[in-house]
């Protein structure tokens, strides 16, 4: 097993540029997570999804967007891409089976993606 | 809210040492759940524990041994007769009962081993 992937793993952006991040997993987890880790700092959820088709909005969700057309996919879109937004992306996955049940289930990580915009 | 703190922005400690990473946490749920995941110079982040707040036994695995108090909040992250290998930071996460899937994490300890 892969695990989780994501593509690219470093790049550059001029300010007002898009680009998507991609992230994919092989384990057939049900919930995915984008976080981003800005430097001495912790991990903040951008977005996450419990399923295909189901997307909601983390701590931090403005300026990204995401889509969930697949179990195994989950990207990350920058449209206006700011300074702020230079950052390292994690995209996580786990599998929760019920509402009560899942929420000791641990997530596993991609190996993030470190983003600069200049 | 929900809150995680790491009060212990960097550890250095000399090989073979023992050495402790605080975490605190703060809910208001009553079933919530805690975890460590490791982050080495490499970058990616790895799970290393997880724990629910009705299992309050502690847990030893190897040389990492994890002490969970609800009295005093906290789940405490002991590694013994440290080895330069464990240099990174880590992570002390909490995840509450209800309402989104949010992991809270807290801003990590830098632990640095030195040969």
């Known amino acids: 097993n892969a695990g989780v992937t994501q593509t690219p793993k470093f790049r550059i952006l001029k300010i007002g540029q898009s680009m998507t991040l991609q992230c994919t997993q092989d384990?057939?987890?049900?919930?995915m997570y984008w976080y981003r880790q800005d430097p001495g700092m912790g991990l903040k959820l951008i977005y996450y999804?419990?399923?295909?088709?189901?997307?909601d909005k983390g701590e931090v969700p403005n300026g990204y967007n995401v889509s969930r057309s697949t179990t195994e996919d989950f990207p990350l879109r920058l449209e206006l891409a700011a300074p702020s937004q230079t950052s390292v992306y994690f995209c996580?996955?786990?599998?929760?089976?019920?509402?009560?049940?899942?929420?000791?289930?641990?997530?596993?990580f991609g190996d993030g993606t470190r983003l600069s915009i200049l | 809210a929900q809150k995680v703190t790491q009060a212990q922005t960097e550890i250095s400690v000399v090989e073979k040492e023992d050495v402790t990473l605080d975490c605190v946490y703060e809910?208001?749920?009553?079933?919530?759940?805690l975890f460590w995941y490791k982050q080495p110079p490499s970058g990616e982040l790895v799970f290393l524990i997880r724990?629910?707040?009705?299992?309050?036994q502690n847990e030893i695995s190897g040389r990492y041994s994890w002490n969970f108090q609800k009295s005093t909040s906290s789940f405490n992250f002991t590694i013994t007769a440290s080895q330069v290998v464990d240099s990174a930071v880590y992570f002390c996460?909490?995840?509450?009962?209800?309402?989104?899937?949010?992991?809270?994490f807290g801003k990590g300890t830098k632990l640095t081993v030195n040969p």
């Open positions: 384990m057939n987890h049900n919930y």
């Open positions: 996580a996955s786990s599998y929760n089976p019920g509402q009560s049940l899942g929420r000791n289930q641990p997530q596993h």
């Open positions: 996460a909490l995840r509450g009962q209800g309402g989104s899937e949010k992991l809270v």
């Open positions: 999804s419990v399923g295909a088709g189901i997307t």
């Open positions: 809910t208001r749920d009553t079933t919530y759940y």
């Open positions: 724990r629910n707040s009705f299992d309050e």
